[in-house]
């Protein structure tokens, strides 16, 4: 045991080391007065972009067993799409999917949905979507519609499309930051239509998909 001496030499030692510890605390771990409120972006979206694959994805959904529905995801998408709220008619989209960044969180169901009776990605690498023509319901929705091609299948496609936020986003660094706008799309497709007839009782025909674009623009 330590006599009481001994501790009241330590102790200012001790006082002094904890302030030292906590000056070297990291800026963030400093609280604030209060958090600031997070809020969508309205600036003017009209741009050419190209996707960030980084933050963006998308679900599809699929009825199971007649009993259920599972959500699986891809988890690249690149291309890019121009946006102008004042003349629709510039607007273009040029979206792909890579089938292997296919992802269903269960090793074996991913790999039987890569395979022939499903996606087979070895024939088929891509999914691909490509706009013709878009048409604004207000300023932030619209319908999107174009060509989709699945299994080298290609059928017309209606996206429902809504406008989440533009502006610029200084404090990202690049390949992330910059002028920065976003959509989320959603459909529900039939893959019948596209060749996927595996288990036509066990799965459901219709299939929801559901878009999440996050886009740079690029300069003009």
């Known amino acids: 045991m330590l006599r009481s001496s001994s501790r009241s030499l330590l102790a200012p030692a001790l006082s ?50 007649g009993v259920g529905r599972f959500t699986g995801v891809f988890k690249r998408v690149t291309g890019s799409y121009t946006f102008d709220p004042a003349n629709p008619a510039k607007d273009k989209a040029d979206i792909v999917i890579p089938a292997h960044s296919l992802d269903t969180f269960l090793s074996q169901r991913n790999t039987d949905l890569l395979a022939a009776p499903f996606f087979d990605a070895a024939a088929h690498p891509d999914i691909r979507f490509v706009g013709t023509r878009y048409v604004p319901q207000n300023q932030t929705h619209g319908k999107l519609y174009g060509n989709l091609t699945l299994r ?25 930051g910059g002028y920065l706008s976003g959509f989320v799309a959603t459909t529900t497709i039939n893959r019948m239509d596209y060749g996927m007839t595996a288990f036509p009782a066990g ?18």
Request: glycine share 8%; charged share 15%.
């Open 16 to 65: 002094t080391a904890v302030a030292m510890a906590l000056c070297a605390a990291p800026a963030w771990a400093a609280e604030t007065t209060a958090p600031q409120a997070y809020v969508h972006k309205h600036a003017d979206p009209a741009g050419s972009y190209r996707v960030d694959p980084d933050h963006s994805g998308v679900q599809f959904t699929i009825g199971h067993a």
């Open 203 to 220: 799965l459901s025909h219709a299939v929801k998909v559901r878009v999440e674009i996050e886009g740079v623009r690029t300069p003009s």
């Open 152 to 176: 080298g299948v290609t059928h017309p496609a209606t996206f429902e499309v809504t406008l989440e936020g533009a502006g610029d986003v200084a404090y990202l660094p690049k390949p992330w």
